[in-house]
């Protein structure tokens, strides 16, 4: 599956973003999705995912409560609501796919998309 992801830009702290993940290729609902971020300077952490039939979702305790993940299988696109965002949210947003498995780590994911630019401006 070919994934991309849209949506980044500046923003001021406090503000709203929401990112996309556009799905093509293989059946999207067959697949886990995840938001990774990478800072600079930083790893590529793990942001949030969401399973394939949208029934459950997890989160970084850094986002817990501000950030929503979400899928929508008929239209092949997964996203991503940031709100009261930080500077310390500044980073590459990646969207990503697995096929199985249950674990959120970035070897687990299969498929990569290439990311957005998120800036929170203070």
């Known amino acids: 599956v070919q994934l991309q992801a849209s949506g980044g830009g500046l923003v001021q702290a406090g503000g709203s973003l929401r990112l996309s993940c556009a799905a093509s290729?293989?059946?999207?609902?067959?697949?886990?999705v995840a938001w990774f971020r990478q800072a600079p300077g930083k790893e590529r952490e793990f942001v949030a995912g969401?399973?394939?039939?949208?029934?459950?979702?997890y989160y970084s305790d850094s986002v817990k409560g501000r950030f929503t993940v979400s899928r929508d299988n008929a239209k092949n696109t997964g996203n991503l609501q940031m709100n009261s965002l930080k500077p310390e949210d500044t980073a590459v947003y990646y969207c990503?796919?697995?096929?199985?498995?249950?674990?959120?780590?970035?070897?687990?994911?299969?498929?990569w998309g290439k990311g957005t630019q998120v800036t929170v401006s203070s």
């Open positions: 990503a796919a697995r096929s199985g498995g249950s674990t959120w780590s970035r070897d687990a994911m299969n498929f």
């Open positions: 290729g293989r059946t999207f609902s067959s697949y886990a």
């Open positions: 969401i399973n394939w039939r949208g029934s459950s979702t």
